[in-house]
């Protein structure tokens, strides 16, 4: 058994989180829906990889992802943190064991209401024949203001932890000082520490860790900490950390003192969670209306941008779950199986030996015999990073590609043998001048569409995924009452084009931290950072750029 382990730190990655388990808790509901699309019975994923088995105090088995997910205080909207299947160990109360003799005044804020898709999920909502799938639709697209409130899974109760500080803003809580700051103490560290080797202890063999981080502010720094100490503890678990934003992370600065703590933030950022980290993969976009016409999402509402970054993170991992059956060959549901440790060697083990990664997302994926695609499938690619240069003449490119539930023709599903000779001929006929990726995985699964799932889909989306030609262009878009699943493809490539983004990084931590007179040096130090260690991290940068230019003397001291 190859277990991962998962963390999710900072509100924007729980998000992306919540949708991720609602498509494996849908998996796992579609393999024994005798009603369900016969392609989800499969055996060939092992879902123990990342789920748990576990008994309640009343002796009644669980199965809940092996997860630690950290928040701010009051993320959890309506759940407890102790999840729902052990109690609320929080609920006792506090005026019981009072040795005061006099007048208690008890102050209580009041519980959070549920919305209609949650009410339905109990037992106060289950037997409500006027709730209709079509109003858990429409109130999640009009009331989502915490991840959980979409979030259809049960959690251990070691998994959910809030960040609680007496005088942190988490409101503003916006760079990597002020998640060092929150750390002060060690208590929080401690108990997650304790946490993390809860569930690692349990496990037979971890291949990995699999890191989703808000590191648009101060969660990178709870990240970076966390990281360190896992580092320390468990030396041969590789890391596989996913740095993700959201679409108000981008909005400009308009102050010069504002735009200075952003860009030292952006490279601290960096150099910290790449330190400790096997591979990194910046996730996020300021806008993803480039992802039209395939999908209609709606920037403001983390909701919806949070579903595509969770898709594609669904995707490429769908490998790390195969159960193994060698190099890749035709077998009936899936082909090209690997775990963590062999994706982070293809990627930043070989040729340059990049630690960053670019991740590709095509959503729904077009069918193979698309003829608007006349380059083929792999022209339909959109990088899901921000700062990416071109690597069309990149010859020393490392790429893994991952390709779930590809359509041949219309709705028809492709087989494994299709999907494979599809990929070759696009390079056998030169339409592609790169090498062929290092590796390649396949899936017949396609991703499931849960009912949380937003309506980001246009008109000519069939139930399937497919496109439906004779469909009119206007009306609103789609959501999970008319597409069951999508096909999805996912590449991730370590190639000069990511150079601009670890450029930018290195250049501002030298321009506004470290050179003589710099504007940034004393916010540094307020962050506790003293000149070695800013020498340091700069270096580090300086180090991760040589790799595209071995020939180069970059050090922290040019400029």
Request: aromatic share 8%; net charge negative; proline share 5%.
């Amino acid at each position: 058994m190859r277990e991962i382990v998962t963390i999710q730190v900072g509100d924007f990655a729980n998000f992306i989180g919540s949708h991720f388990w609602n498509f494996q808790d849908e998996l796992l509901g579609l393999a024994e829906d005798d009603g369900a699309d016969p392609i989800f019975k499969n055996n060939f994923m092992d879902m123990d990889v990342l789920y748990r088995t576990g008994l309640t105090h009343q002796g009644a088995y669980t199965y809940c992802p092996r997860l630690i997910s950290i928040g701010s205080q009051g993320s959890l909207g309506t759940l407890s943190s102790s999840g729902s299947l052990y109690g609320d160990s929080s609920s006792s109360d506090a005026t019981d064991t009072l040795t005061w003799k006099g007048a208690v005044t008890k102050l209580a804020e009041k519980p959070r209401e549920k919305n209609v898709f949650l009410k339905s999920l109990s037992e106060e909502g289950e037997d409500d024949p006027n709730i209709e799938d079509k109003d858990r639709v429409q109130c999640l697209e009009r009331d989502i203001k915490f991840w959980s409130d979409f979030s259809k899974v049960h959690f251990h109760s070691k998994s959910l932890y809030e960040l609680n500080g007496a005088w942190t803003d988490f409101q503003n809580f916006d760079n990597f000082g002020d998640g060092k700051e929150v750390l002060l103490g060690g208590l929080h560290m401690e108990e997650l520490n304790d946490r993390l080797r809860f569930f690692v202890e349990e496990c037979d063999h971890v291949q990995g860790i699999q890191c989703t981080v808000d590191d648009s502010g101060g969660f990178s720094a709870v990240a970076s900490e966390f990281l360190e100490n896992i580092a320390d503890d468990y030396t041969n678990i590789p890391v596989l950390l996913y740095s993700v934003r959201d679409t108000f992370s981008y909005t400009d600065a308009t102050k010069q003192r504002k735009l200075i703590t952003r860009s030292l933030h952006d490279a601290v950022s960096l150099s910290k969670l790449s330190t400790y980290s096997s591979l990194i993969v910046p996730v996020g976009l300021p806008s993803l209306g480039g992802l039209a016409p395939s999908l209609c999402v709606r920037d403001e509402k983390n909701f919806h941008s949070s579903v595509v970054y969770a898709s594609a993170i669904h995707s490429i991992s769908a490998p790390f779950r195969f159960k193994p059956a060698g190099p890749i060959s035709n077998t009936t549901y899936a082909a090209g199986s690997l775990d963590i440790g062999e994706i982070i060697h293809i990627l930043a083990g070989q040729n340059r030996q990049n630690m960053v990664a670019i991740l590709d997302v095509s959503m729904p994926a077009p069918s193979l015999s698309d003829k608007a695609n006349p380059g083929g499938i792999l022209n339909s690619f959109h990088a899901l990073g921000t700062e990416i240069g071109d690597d069309s003449e990149d010859f020393y490119m490392d790429e893994s590609l991952i390709l779930n539930g590809a359509l041949f023709s219309g709705a028809d599903r492709a087989s494994v043998s299709q999907v494979k000779d599809s990929i070759c001929n696009v390079y056998d006929k030169g339409l592609r001048a790169k090498p062929r990726p290092s590796h390649l995985s396949i899936s017949l699964t396609p991703l499931p569409i849960p009912l949380p799932f937003p309506s980001i889909f246009p008109t000519t989306t069939g139930r399937r995924g497919e496109i439906l030609a004779d469909q009119p262009l206007e009306g609103p878009p789609k959501g999970s009452l008319e597409v069951e699943s999508v096909p999805v493809m996912t590449r991730l490539r370590s190639s000069i084009a990511i150079k601009p983004f670890i450029e930018c990084r290195y250049n501002n931590l030298l321009r506004h931290g470290m050179l003589r007179g710099a504007k940034g040096a004393g916010l540094l130090r307020d962050w506790g950072f003293g000149k070695d260690e800013v020498d340091d991290m700069g270096e580090h940068l300086s180090k991760m750029l040589r790799i595209f230019n071995p020939s180069s003397e970059m050090t922290s001291d040019s400029d």
